[in-house]
């Protein structure tokens, strides 16, 4: 598990390693009953003090995506359904926006240019259209 903070950054670390593991538990990386590293293995993992990830998992546990069992660890709770996932979602992709938007101000280039680079990228990640199905006929 890569847990890449930005110590730069003005977002505290342990909010940062709250946000990185809502988002992956959010969007499906990590599922309902999977087990979260430890705290000292999340330390390690993202770099920072144990205190500091403790401090995210007890947010993470707060915010009632994880629930911790005395004597066998982290787990990721039960997915919340319908409109609060659709919201904690919403949040997620506005937060990931945000970051992407601080990141091309410290970079140099104009985030104003963003939305038509987006439309670009995602007009160059299609899938190609599927083949019409010849029919067997039509092929003697």
């Known amino acids: 598990m890569d ?8 977002v505290p670390l342990y909010r940062q390693l709250f946000e990185e593991l809502r988002r992956r538990i ?3 990386a990590l599922r309902p009953g999977d087990k979260l590293p430890t705290v000292r293995e999340l330390a390690v993992l993202a770099r920072v003090n144990r205190n500091t990830a403790a401090r995210a998992v007890q947010a993470l ?4 995506l994880v629930t911790s069992r005395v004597g066998r660890g982290t787990f990721v709770a ?8 659709d919201r904690a979602l919403a949040r997620a992709v506005d937060e990931l926006l945000d970051r992407l938007i601080d990141e091309v101000r410290r970079l140099g280039a104009d985030p104003a ?4 680079r987006l439309a670009d990228r995602l007009r160059a990640r299609r899938e190609p259209p599927p083949s019409p199905a010849v029919p067997e006929e039509d092929q003697r």
């Open 26 to 28: 959010l969007l499906g």
């Open 113 to 116: 240019e963003l939305p038509q």
């Open 78 to 85: 039960e997915s919340p359904e319908g409109p609060e996932r």
């Open 3 to 10: 847990l890449a903070l930005d110590p730069r950054s003005p």
């Open 61 to 64: 546990e707060e915010a009632g």
